[in-house]
């Protein structure tokens, strides 16, 4: 058994996080904090885990969060960089849900949060958490920084095609749409249920911050020499709670020379737990993956011209945020990388 810590238990995510991992079976959560919750029972604020966990909300406190194997940060960005090496020096392992460390360009980081990075130090250590490229070094991490939700829908379904070197790396595009969970649990009219319900959005078209970690996590998977990702992302609001899915768009340099793109996607896939190509034809549909840790796929050639279409759905909240922490968890002290996950969506 391993004690878990986890700093901002309050937003989504954190309850996201308390849900799968009240049913760990390695796993006793010991410390959650909140300043603005501080004193209040996490049962009173998410009713939910009512029977399933006995603590109260805690101002953060290093020496008790110290204590921990390994803590999660389940906060906004520029948080857990303040606090990230007095835990590391205290053997704390970190799973950061947040984009603190996600790219390794921290003067990039800036331009893109509009702060200067505050632990840049700590940075090149930091092994972004998608364990379907990077599991092996997930497992002797001391920080990883657990993958945004938009980019990890949008590399599960291009990263067979770049690996391949099948696709125009420039020629990219994602047209990925979020339930309104992805905008965090703050107040903020846009994601009012009276402006949300009934109506479709694009948003932040000329530029999202996920693009950067997109774009980076792509052109580390390319085959060398290849000619750098780029992409265009479009992100849109659904209305609904949660849920993303992403539309994928790549140019074959050879559509004369294609390989069987189907098995292209079952093979790479093969031995992925939280992985599922579906069978061709098939559309994936969000609601089979709600609260699960499953990304679904499916790839198409559309008239067999040269434009590939990928089709990835998956839970923003769940792989695409605090399940697959879970699962870098799992990876980091060797459980069974299923363990308090191997859940069945929600359906209907």
Known sequence: MINVGIVGGTGYTGVELLRLLVKHPQVTVTVITSRAEAGMAVAD???NLRGHLDLAFTEPDLDRLGECDVVFFATPHGVAQNLMPSLLERGTRVVDLSADFRLRDTDLWGQWYGQTHGCPELVPEAVYGLPEINRADIRNARLVACPGCYPTAAQLGLLPLLEAGLV???SLVVSAASGATGAGRQA???TLLTEVSGSFKAYAANGHRHLPEIEQGLRDIQPEGARA???TFVPHLLPMIRG???TNYARALNPDQLPDLQALFEDRYASEPFVDVLPAGEH???RTV???NICRISVFRPQQRDTLVVLSVIDNLT???SGQAVQNMNIMFGFEETAGLDIVALLP
């Open 45 to 47: 604020l998410y009713p």
């Open 284 to 286: 994936p549909q969000t």
């Open 168 to 170: 125009d790396p420039e």
């Open 244 to 246: 993303i899915h992403a």
């Open 188 to 190: 903020k009219i846009d």
């Open 229 to 231: 990702a780029r992409v």
């Open 319 to 321: 792989k695409g945020a």
């Open 290 to 292: 709600k609260g699960s």
